[in-house]
């Protein structure tokens, strides 16, 4: 099993461009989730999803869209990209939430992406 | 003021020493979590726990709930524990988690 998996790797953008992160799971996860993560600062969400076909706002959502078309991937759009969302980003799985939360389960990671915006 | 608070930020050991990073959080939780960043980036999850402790080789994760409080010993450190640790809350009833900054660790020969 490949665990998670984002594309691409790295990317540099320039102010104004659009792009769409990949992020991809053969683990049947329920939940998906994405992060940013800055120099200093914890990892912080940007939208996740608890199924196929739903996605709601994280921490910090605004200048991203997000959609779960399917239940193994969870894409991450920037409309219009800004030197702000230079970050390194994240998406993990993690099992269906029980009754206590999704906060209960493990959640996996990808390796993470590096974008820099110009 | 965060929601997890981790200490220390930074923490240098010889190879061999007991090395303890130390989580507060200041809400209800289901859960919390240890997690591994190495160098290249990627991200692991040690531990979940939501009472007591666990043991993992030589790595060992407490839980106090009523102080809100857990703690990662790490025993026999060894260069290869050279990493970020990060600590994350599950707040009850919610499909979230909240991170910690990280304590980075650096294990010397």
Aim: with cysteine.
């Amino acid at each position: 099993n490949a665990g998670v998996t984002q594309t691409p790797k790295f990317r540099v953008l320039k102010t104004g461009q659009s792009m769409t992160l990949l992020c991809a799971q053969d683990m049947n996860h329920e939940y998906m989730y994405w992060y940013r993560q800055d120099p200093g600062m914890g990892l912080r969400l940007i939208h996740y999803s608890v199924g196929e076909g739903t996605t709601a706002k994280g921490e910090v959502p605004d200048g991203y869209n997000v959609s779960r078309l399917k239940k193994q991937n969870f894409l991450l759009g920037l409309e219009s990209a800004a030197p702000s969302q230079t970050s390194v980003y994240f998406c993990a799985s993690s099992r269906p939430g029980l009754a206590r939360g999704g906060g209960y389960n493990e959640q996996f990671f990808g390796p993470g992406t590096r974008l820099t915006v110009l | 003021k965060n929601e997890v608070e981790q200490s220390p930020q930074n923490l240098t050991a010889q190879e061999g020493e007991f090395i303890t990073i130390n989580c507060s959080y200041s809400v209800g939780i289901s859960a919390l979590h240890w997690l591994q960043q190495h160098p290249g980036g990627g991200i692991v999850s040690l531990f979940m726990l939501s009472s007591g402790k666990k043991k993992h080789g030589r790595l060992i994760a407490t839980i106090n709930i009523q102080e809100k409080h857990s703690s990662l010993h790490i025993t026999a450190s060894h260069p290869r524990d050279s990493a970020v640790y990060i600590c994350a809350v599950g707040p009850e009833d919610t499909d979230k988690l909240i991170f910690g900054t990280g304590t980075r660790l650096q294990v010397f020969p």
